[in-house]
């Protein structure tokens, strides 16, 4: 059974920093783009950073550029995403996500990633 788990979230004041893991088991996604999302009450799920197969390319959502870092360790078969300057916005429950049908990098919609995980509250406060 192929699982992506999310650890790492929590509480943090404005400002203050988290770093989120997601520990693949089932399978290996070393070949395969895989990314974070994030869902805030009452709003769609919208990406957030991905990452290719190599962890060379990165690729982030406007909002977080600059503040967010999303990295692999492939040995692990694990992705982090280190979140710095972090703003009440952030708020948020941060799913993990994976792409098995390939190398190639698909976009970063939510159609392009075909496994989840179950999520990371995040609460930012002010």
């Known amino acids: 059974q192929v699982r992506l788990v999310e650890s790492g979230g929590g509480l943090a004041q404005a400002g203050g920093s988290l770093r989120l893991s997601c520990a693949a088991s089932?399978?290996?996604?070393?070949?395969?783009?895989m990314a974070w999302f994030r869902q805030a009450p009452g709003k769609e799920r919208e990406f957030v950073a991905a990452?290719?197969?190599?962890?060379?390319?990165?690729f982030y959502a406007d909002s977080v550029k600059g503040r967010f870092t999303i990295s692999r360790d492939n040995a692990k078969n694990t992705v982090y995403l280190q979140m710095n300057s972090l703003k009440p916005e952030d708020t948020a429950v941060y799913y993990c996500a994976a792409d098995s049908r390939g190398p190639v990098m698909r976009g970063t919609g939510r159609d392009a990633y075909d496994y989840w995980g179950q999520g990371t509250q995040v609460t930012v406060y002010s």
């Open positions: 089932g399978r290996t996604f070393s070949a395969n783009a």
């Open positions: 990452v290719t197969w190599s962890g060379l390319g990165t």
